[in-house]
T-cell receptor, first 112, second 113 residues
Framework: EDQVTQSPEALRLQEGESSSLNCSYTVSGLRGLFWYRQDPGKGPEFLFTLYSAGEEKEKERLKATLTKKESFLHITAPKPEDSATYLCAVQALKAAGNKLTFGGGTRVLVKP | DTEVTQTPKHLVMGMTNKKSLKCEQHMGHRAMYWYKQKAKKPPELMFVYSYEKLSINESVPSRFSPECPNSSLLNLHLHALQPEDSALYLC????????????FGSGTQLSVL
């Protein structure tokens, strides 16, 4: 069974204090790993897709990396507007219907 | 237009009511999804439609009935719900069914009394 575990569950940062979120996964053949951002009361917003170990993608203050067992989302010099829940999800090669297995998320709070 | 629009934003219903949730997208996406999300939990897949045909039903109780009238619209008909069905119901769409990023709507916050 595919599994995704995110840590920490919650993260409080001061503005400008860089940190990393972890997403550990077990999947029988990875088709893709996705990162989403979710604000309270809203739907998730797509950030990145990573396909193979060693791949990295960046967007503004966010950088996602991938190894064979985990992915990291690095937040560099965060601002209060980066406060959100960050969700990691995997899609297995055998997954039907674009099915994603989500992790529990990391709630990030950035204080000014 | 890169939006998925869901209505209503909030819904309160009794256990004997019948209501419907609506979802619309105009991105030409051919796959549409219903997810259920409880507070502080990740989204859980309920249904997947591909080219207006039901592709996946994740063993969802029959009190939830999906419908895809055309390629832009997705409905979720609700009947005889239970209080534990209270959650945020999210609609999403994607271009296709293989490794495609999902575009989510803002959801309908449902409370069942």
């Amino acid at each position: 069974e595919d599994q995704v575990t995110q840590s920490p569950e919650a993260l409080r940062l001061q503005e400008g204090e860089s940190s990393s979120l972890n997403c550990s996964y077990t999947v029988s053949g990875l088709r893709g790993l996705f990162w989403y951002r979710q604000d309270p009361g809203k739907g998730p917003e797509f950030l990145f897709t990573l396909y193979s170990a060693g791949e990295e993608k960046e967007k503004e203050r966010l950088k996602a990396t991938l190894t064979k067992k985990e992915s990291f989302l690095h937040i560099t010099a965060p601002k209060p507007e980066d406060s959100a829940t960050y969700l990691c999800a995997v899609q297995a090669l055998k997954a039907a219907g674009n099915k994603l297995t989500f992790g529990g998320g990391t709630r990030v709070l950035v204080k000014p | 237009d890169t939006e998925v629009t869901q209505t209503p934003k909030h819904l309160v219903m009794g256990m004997t009511n019948k209501k419907s949730l609506k979802c619309e997208q105009h991105m030409g996406h051919r796959a549409m999804y219903w997810y259920k999300q409880k507070a502080k939990k990740p989204p859980e897949l309920m249904f997947v439609y591909s080219y207006e045909k039901l592709s996946i039903n994740e063993s969802v109780p029959s009190r939830f009935s999906p419908e895809c009238p055309n390629s832009s619209l997705l409905n979720l008909h609700l009947h005889a719900l239970q209080p534990e069905d209270s959650a945020l119901y999210l609609c999403a769409s994607s271009k296709g069914l293989t490794n495609e990023k999902l575009f989510f709507g803002s959801g309908t916050q449902l409370s069942v009394l």
